[in-house]
């Protein structure tokens, strides 16, 4: 699951067996961390959670990567790192799931729980992209013209 099926050399041109030891270890460690009893999982911060699951949906495991995400979040689930943890399990949600109806709750979320300033940009470029997903757009009622 962790590891490239073809011969083709890595972009930043990492020798293959070192990328297999590195992907394994993080393959046990998410293993080992999402086993752990609710007491002993605060092993990770929000923004270590966040640099982590980047990097898994950079390696095509978005599934894993919000796994990781949600386990936080009923970890930590208020501040400013969980703002974070919202905006991109929000748009792991919108870009590779197509589920626009529960990103839009995790990036609503991560704006009510006070982002970085340009991480608040960007939900709000994914917002308006949800928006311009929507069937019917609201806006003012206009009475006809009778």
Same mark, same amino acid.
């Given at each position: 699951?962790?590891?490239?099926?073809?011969?083709?050399?890595?972009?930043?041109?990492?020798?293959?067996?070192?990328?297999?030891?590195?992907?394994?270890?993080?393959?046990?460690?998410?293993?080992?961390?999402? &086993?752990?009893?609710?007491?002993?999982?605060?092993?990770? !911060?929000?923004?270590?959670?966040?640099?982590?699951?980047?990097?898994?949906?950079?390696?095509?495991?978005?599934?894993?990567?919000?796994?990781?995400?949600?386990?936080?979040?009923?970890?930590?689930?208020?501040?400013?790192?969980?703002?974070?943890?919202?905006?991109?399990?929000?748009?792991?949600?919108?870009?590779?799931?197509?589920?626009? !109806?529960?990103?839009?709750?995790?990036?609503? !979320?991560?704006? &009510?729980?006070?982002? &970085?300033?340009?991480?608040?940009? &960007?939900?709000?470029?994914?917002?308006?992209?949800?928006?311009?997903?929507?069937?019917?757009?609201?806006?003012?009622?206009?009475?006809?013209?009778?």
């Amino acid at each position: 699951m962790f590891l490239p099926i073809s011969d083709a050399p890595n972009p930043k041109g990492i020798p293959f067996t070192t990328w297999t030891l590195i992907a394994l270890n993080v393959a046990a460690f998410l293993l080992k961390y999402l &086993e752990l009893p609710a007491a002993a999982r605060g092993a990770l !911060t929000p923004n270590e959670a966040v640099a982590l699951a980047s990097w898994l949906r950079r390696e095509g495991n978005s599934d894993a990567a919000l796994v990781l995400l949600r386990r936080v979040l009923q970890d930590n689930p208020r501040g400013r790192g969980p703002a974070e943890v919202h905006a991109l399990a929000g748009f792991i949600l919108l870009d590779d799931k197509r589920d626009a !109806t529960a990103a839009y709750q995790h990036l609503v !979320t991560a704006l &009510e729980l006070g982002p &970085e300033p340009d991480t608040a940009a &960007e939900i709000r470029r994914g917002l308006a992209a949800i928006e311009a997903q929507q069937k019917r757009h609201v806006g003012r009622i206009r009475s006809p013209r009778w």
